[in-house]
């Protein structure tokens, strides 16, 4: 139950600190990153709070310059991942039981630590070192947008808590008590965003569960420095499990568990549809119906109006497209623009990407770097060679690409004549954006198109002055996406503002930075205390009287 003692106040979102030139931050941003990038560290599997070290390592290295080593990391076995297990279990005897707002005020911590400490340059830099961001895409992703999930967590926690049912006035008193899951939780984070990495684990246990985090292998390296955060914010030992190793090493233990409470995913399609069916295979072993949560792939989308400014869709193509190289799941992948604006707008989107830097993160004058692996680069650039060699599309900007040092491709735009065009049809997560012209006239019928083309309904934009077209995008697309957004590019959802997720193949929607997702968190038990229970099994209607 809530107590107006304990009031946790709704947060301002953390603001961006700019590192302009001569500013205090970019100074010591500047420093992070060379005493972070001229040492190699010895990264350990933690369960329990206890470091626990294999000696079945692989490398965290900068995918701008991958012959540089930034650390070692220790990978699990069948062995680490059952004691993971047995220590989150044995945690959840007490953390389950400790009360909302103790749990909140150790997120809360972390969040000023990192707000107002040297916590925020060492997040970023890792970010930056280990997943190629630049210093904006580092600075609103680990810094900000976690010091925002931990602050307004506790904020919907604390409302969550304090949402009770009716009662009569007199005679009883009905309540709801929020219990956390008897199991554990499976947080299963991506590459592409620390601040998910933070979020996935950090929900469930703010709600009193404890978890096992399993970060992408490419970014071990900043997944590990938010344990080392969570840590000096007091988190106690064993809440949440640190267990990096092979997706089949981990998953397969995991889900074999009868503690299996629920997953809490970013990542493929595939991959979450492979675990939904391992879990309902394995539904009589475990103690409860798990949680399902996940978000996944997205083919995003940019569709333009004849009404349209012209600049404001430039603008948003490139950013949208080609932040962060495109590997955002929200990333701007397809766009549908009418004939009678193209040429102009072609000429100003080709002129301006002319002057985009690509490079080491380091070097604050690139607006792009490079994409995160190996298997990434190649993906990505299948499609590219697929469209050089097609007869249906036109490498209109960039193609080139180039991996000898780092893993560099040029931002491209691909024109297709084909609206089932591959590149416009399958996720790529890469710098990569196909583009369809479509004939003024038929503005209605291609909304349509946009909407029945993909699988996936997570992001996508509408550009347009005419108010009515604007209205008719936004019921034609209804179900295309779960973050729409009206003359500004499809990326970017801000914790509070705009909650994110979304449907059909791009996961189950359960809104992550709102308190849908920590709702999936809980258990609900009803209740209900009669002061003056009845002493006569007769009612009224049995009289004859």
Not at 82 to 102: G, P, Q
Request: aromatic share 12%; proline share 6%; with cysteine.
């Amino acid at each position: 139950m809530s107590n107006a003692i304990f009031k946790v106040p709704l947060p301002p979102n953390d603001q961006n600190k700019t590192y302009a030139p001569g500013t205090p931050e970019r100074s010591a941003l500047k420093a992070k990153l060379d005493e972070l990038a001229n040492q190699q560290i010895d990264i350990p599997i933690i369960i329990g709070g206890k470091e626990i070290r294999t000696g079945d390592t692989d490398n965290c290295i900068m995918p701008h310059d991958h012959k540089h080593v930034l650390a070692k990391y220790h990978k699990v076995s069948e062995k680490e991942v059952k004691m993971a297990i047995d220590s989150a279990m044995e945690a959840h005897k007490i953390w389950s039981r400790t009360n909302w707002y103790d749990r909140a005020a150790i997120f809360m911590k972390a969040a000023d630590l990192l707000a107002l400490t040297e916590w925020r340059y060492t997040l970023n830099a890792a970010t930056m070192l280990g997943q190629s961001k630049n210093a904006f895409q580092a600075e609103i992703d680990s810094a900000s947008e976690i010091i925002d999930f931990f602050r307004f967590n506790a904020y919907y926690a604390m409302k969550i808590y304090e949402e009770q049912p009716i009662h009569s006035p007199f005679g009883m008193w009905n309540r709801l008590e929020y219990r956390p899951l008897e199991g554990f939780i499976f947080a299963v984070a991506p590459f592409n965003f620390t601040s998910i990495c933070a979020n996935l684990p950090t929900a469930p246990a703010l709600m009193g569960n404890v978890a096992l985090l399993k970060p992408a292998s490419s970014a071990v390296y900043s997944a590990y420095w938010i344990m080392k955060l969570l840590e000096a914010a007091g988190l106690p030992e064993g809440v949440i499990n640190f267990v990096p190793g092979s997706g089949s090493k981990v998953g397969n233990p995991v889900m074999d568990s009868e503690y299996f409470g629920g997953i809490h995913f970013t990542g493929s399609t595939p991959t979450f549809q492979s675990m939904w069916r391992t879990a309902a295979n394995n539904l009589p072993k475990y103690k409860s119906y798990p949680r399902i949560v996940g978000e996944t792939g997205g083919k995003d989308f940019i569709f333009a109006h004849p009404s349209a400014d012209l600049k404001a869709i430039g603008t948003a193509m490139i950013r949208g497209a080609f932040e962060y190289q495109g590997q955002k799941c929200s990333a701007a992948s397809r766009a549908y623009i009418p004939k009678s604006i193209w040429k102009e707008l072609k000429d100003y989107i080709v002129s301006e990407l002319k002057t985009v830097k690509m490079g080491d993160p380091r070097d604050f004058s690139n607006f792009m770097n490079a994409v995160i692996d190996k298997g990434a680069f190649d993906t990505i650039t299948s499609y590219i060679d697929y469209a050089k060699k097609s007869n249906e599309a036109e490498i209109i900007s960039g193609g080139n690409y180039d991996s000898s040092k780092g893993y560099f491709i040029e931002p491209t735009i691909i024109q297709t004549t084909n609206p089932k065009f591959k590149s416009i049809e399958e996720e790529i997560f890469g710098p990569v954006l196909t583009l369809y012209v479509y004939d003024d006239n038929k503005y209605e019928e291609t909304l349509h198109l946009c909407d029945e083309t993909s699988p996936y309904s997570l992001t996508g934009a509408i550009f347009a002055q005419d108010r009515y077209a604007v209205e008719t995008a936004n019921k034609i697309l209804v179900n295309a996406s779960g973050n729409f957004y009206i003359n500004d590019k499809p990326t970017g959802a801000v914790v509070g503002q705009q909650p994110f997720g979304g449907a059909r193949a791009s996961g189950t929607n359960d809104k992550a930075g709102s308190y849908l997702n920590l709702m999936r968190w809980v258990s609900a038990r009803t209740i209900k205390e009669n002061f003056i229970p009845p002493k006569d099994y007769r009612y009224s209607f049995m009289s004859e009287k």
